[in-house]
């Protein structure tokens, strides 16, 4: 605790860099999630599933360290790990973004069509908000993770809260490795609790109260 | 870009195959430090994940440590079970960091196997005259074998990931090649490393989807048995 508070401010800006090297990723991540578990059709999904699941159990150093023979990137720096954990919030969101979108009823959806919705309404007004609990539900999943993996980025050399364990560990400071971990599932379930709060939000009809008479 | 000349340079030298910390000994200590781990955790969490299933105690245990173990850094707890236990002990602190990496999954997948077992198999079970003990061997553990080699699957995944940073903490496996390759600047080294450890887990976590694919298939009825 003495650790802590005597070096607040420098965990506060390692903590700007964690957050702003993954909160790109979450986002884009799960808007391409989507996209691909809307547009990738029935007979490629076998074959998807496979490519997605390998890529999310590739080890997440080995990945930031691949990526520059593929990409010609450098090494070193957030590029590399801002482009894998983008991968990973694609491999993990597809899987629970199919999933929402299935559990959307079928009777709905054609009730919706039969009262004359094209496509896009359909899909904004009737399948979306339907499938909001599962998206977010998919998101909070996501999101842990990434806060959680985004410290190994401190190893090919971004400066976030993983820096506390390299530091922590070299310095011998138990308390410093212990501060880091803390801080990540703070900003975690911070995150966590907003994706909660937004879901609510997003779907007022779910906790609307049933007036019997 | 990668460059071959590099690339072979660095796969001809002496020492890249053989010695000490030769691909040979670091791939051997890499698997043996993943295996070591799940068989640990196994132990502890299947026994653990099936008792929670079947009797409904402690349910609560396993969505809060399905939840916190997402969120906990895994490289922050390696480093600070072997600063904390201290460092003779690495070997040791290792493989109870990747243990303890692997449990929530295994207890999770091994939980869900069994709870989602339709109750009138487990009532007819316990009407043929099957003790508690025959009930969890012959009904609960060959039914819940999908999901329990799904939750080994995640832990396998999450083991592999956190195994590559031991180098960090003075061990072997194949995350060495990165780590020295990184430090030394020497990229051929830390792409063919890359590449190898990527390789590997892909394969291992391919043949669990295979196995879990087969124990899935051994539990659907036969042409002809299904619904009267």
Known sequence: MEWFIA??????????????????????????????????????????????????????????????????????????????????????????????????????????????????????????????????????????????????????????????????????????????????????????????????????????????? | MCDFGELGTWLCAEGTWTGQYGLGNLLVEHLLLTVVALIVAALIAIPLGMFIGHTGRGS????????????????????????????????????????????PPLIAGAYSGVTTIAPGIRDSATAQGMTTWQLVRHVELPLASPSLIGGFRIAFIQVVSTVVLAPLVGLGGLGFGIIQGLALRNFAQVTVSAVIIIVITIAGEQLIGLGQRRAEARLVAPKGLEKP
């Open chain 1, 7 to 213: 070096n607040a401010s420098f965990v506060g800006g390692l903590a700007a860099t964690h957050l702003s090297i993954s909160v790109g990723p979450i986002i884009i991540g799960s808007l391409l999630a989507i996209l691909l578990a809307r547009v990738i059709p029935r007979r490629f999904v076998n074959p998807a599933r496979t490519v997605l699941g390998a890529i999310y159990a590739i080890p997440s150093l080995a990945l930031f360290v691949a990526l520059p023979a593929l990409l010609g990137t450098s090494y070193i720096g957030p590029t590399n790990v801002v482009i894998a954990l983008t991968l990973y919030v694609i491999t993990s969101m597809y899987f629970s973004a199919r999933d929402a979108f299935s559990q959307v009823p079928l009777a709905t959806m054609t009730t919706s069509r039969a009262l004359g919705m094209n496509s896009r309404q359909l899909f904004v007004h009737v399948e979306l908000p339907l499938a909001v609990p599962g998206l977010i539900a998919g998101l909070r999943v996501a999101s842990a993770s990434t806060i959680s993996i985004a410290t190994i980025g401190a190893v090919v050399g971004v400066r976030d809260l993983g820096y506390l364990f390299l530091d922590g560990f070299q310095r011998k400071i138990p308390e410093e490795i212990i501060s880091g971990i803390v801080a990540v599932c703070v900003i975690a379930l911070a995150l966590d609790a907003g994706l909660w709060l937004i879901g609510r939000l997003m779907t007022p009809w779910r906790n609307a109260r049933v007036n019997r008479v």
């Open chain 2, 60 to 103: 609560f245990v396993v969505i809060g440590l399905g939840s916190l173990s997402r969120a906990i850094p895994t490289m922050g707890l390696l480093f600070a079970l072997v600063l904390l236990l201290g460092v003779q002990f690495r070997e040791l602190s290792v493989v109870l960091a990747l243990a303890l990496i692997a449990l």
